[in-house]
């Protein structure tokens, strides 16, 4: 029990109308840490929603560009091409994207890094780990957003992707 239930009896047995507003550290530092603990949850929602659509977004570009290559994949396999050159030619095309993708977002979030420094605890704007962490997840989920249509195109048939031109 902590002691501001007595100290509030003890008072108001001397004089009621004298209004006691006492609360404990643990309760201060809660009501006082509340806001930039929830603008800090809100922040890490939006960073993982905008991970899930740069994810998407990634692999709806790679799908289609797969399926519009189609014919062309099928002529280089039909000509020798191996199946990991099929597949490096496809995750390499995607690699190429999503670095020059990469070094904007890294320029863009250097520049607002400074509007955001008053939201950052413990991090400067320009922390290179952080930069080099969120940099690191990026490249992993753009290339598993590039591998899945790449092995899609692994699976074309060359004899019938010749036909169908």
Do not use: K, N
């Amino acid at each position: 029990m902590t002691l501001v239930e007595p100290m509030r009896r003890l008072i108001h047995t001397r004089d009621p109308s004298v209004p006691v507003l006492a609360s404990t550290m643990e309760g201060t530092l809660e009501r006082a840490s509340a806001t930039p603990r929830f603008r800090t949850f809100l922040i890490a929602v939006f960073a993982v929603v905008a991970l899930l659509l740069a994810a998407a977004g990634i692999y709806g570009v790679m799908a289609y560009t797969v399926s519009q290559r189609t014919a062309e994949i099928g002529l280089r396999m039909a000509l020798g091409a191996s199946r990991g050159e099929v597949l490096r030619t496809v995750v390499g095309q995607g690699a190429v994207s999503v670095g020059i993708g990469l070094a904007l977002g890294v320029a863009l979030a250097l520049g607002a890094g400074r509007l955001l420094r008053d939201l950052l605890f413990g991090v400067t704007p320009s922390d290179p780990l952080v930069l080099v962490a969120v940099v690191a997840v990026m490249a992993l989920v753009a290339l598993v957003a590039c591998v899945v249509p790449g092995r899609r195109a692994l699976r074309v048939e060359p004899a019938m992707a010749l036909r169908s031109e």
